[in-house]
């Protein structure tokens, strides 16, 4: 993956069409509003060796992250890696902005880090996407820079909550087509935006409001350019996070896979909803 800047046309994305939506642990786990089955798979892909990809999956702490290297070989491995462990434990806390306030401060640690680490190195970047989706009480938000992926699938539609930082993405927001559209398809994939790129790295932000069996999934661009979004909603249908998973790396390996493959996919159960059934098969 390469980078290259972005034209800074957007700030928080703000999604309107979503039904409900809105701009110590085991005592938060006695009082929590949501309970979380979740699970991930990660292959290098059909062509590379090395798998650049990171994921973290703690549903004890309502925390579930993507991460997608660049920098070559091990230095993108170190760069997903670092992002990733730079959130694990992130504290659980009932007021989300507490804790988006928290993730933000860790990512920037980890884009310092990153930055000094390409320094020391003598290289000239050290960089990762960023995909992140934190919960707390009714409500979670989704961080990302770069184009790594969050999807919600709710109510029998599949919604994507993030905003590709890319050339593409951006020639598309401008309505660029024709010739112009020529002109940019060589380096449409690029990212404008991600961790280790700039001294001080701009987070994207999305919160919305919990409902009762949401299911998200949170990829990297291997899997998302691969799979079309209507497989991926036909995928998340039966809500069983692993069968999940499975099917959707399975599919994009059945192409030219020449990127690293990432899924991580989540439910959510409300566990004061009047209308709740038996739960489902433990995934």
Known sequence: MSIEPEDR????????????????????????????TSASRSHPGRVREVNEDACLVQPEHELWAVADGMGGHTLGEF?????????MGLPVAEDLAQRVKAARGRLQA????????????ETPLIGTTIAALLAAGRRCACLWAGDSRIY????????????????????????VGGLDDMLIRPRANLVTRAL???????????????????IFLLCSDGLSN????????????????????????????????????????????DLNSPDRTEPRAVS
């Open 79 to 87: 760069a997903s890696s670092l992002a990733v462990q730079r959130l």
């Open 196 to 214: 280790g790129c700039e001294d001080t790295v701009e987070l994207d932000q999305v919160t919305i409001e919990l409902l009762d069996d949401d």
């Open 9 to 36: 046309d957007n700030g928080m994305l703000k999604i309107k069409d979503l039904p409900g939506s809105k701009s110590n642990i085991n005592d938060l786990q006695a009082t929590r509003s949501f309970g979380w």
């Open 110 to 121: 980890a884009n310092r880090d990153l930055r000094a680490e390409a320094v020391r190195r």
């Open 226 to 269: 691969e799979v079309s979004e209507l497989s991926i909603e036909q995928a998340l249908m039966p809500g069983i996070c692993a069968r999940a998973c499975g099917t959707l790396v399975d599919m994009a390996l059945q192409r030219d896979a020449r990127d690293n493959i990432t899924a991580v996919v989540l439910r959510a159960e």
């Open 152 to 175: 919600l699938y709710r109510a029998g539609r599949l919604r994507l909550l993030t905003r590709d930082h890319s050339h593409l993405e951006a020639a598309r927001s401008r309505h």
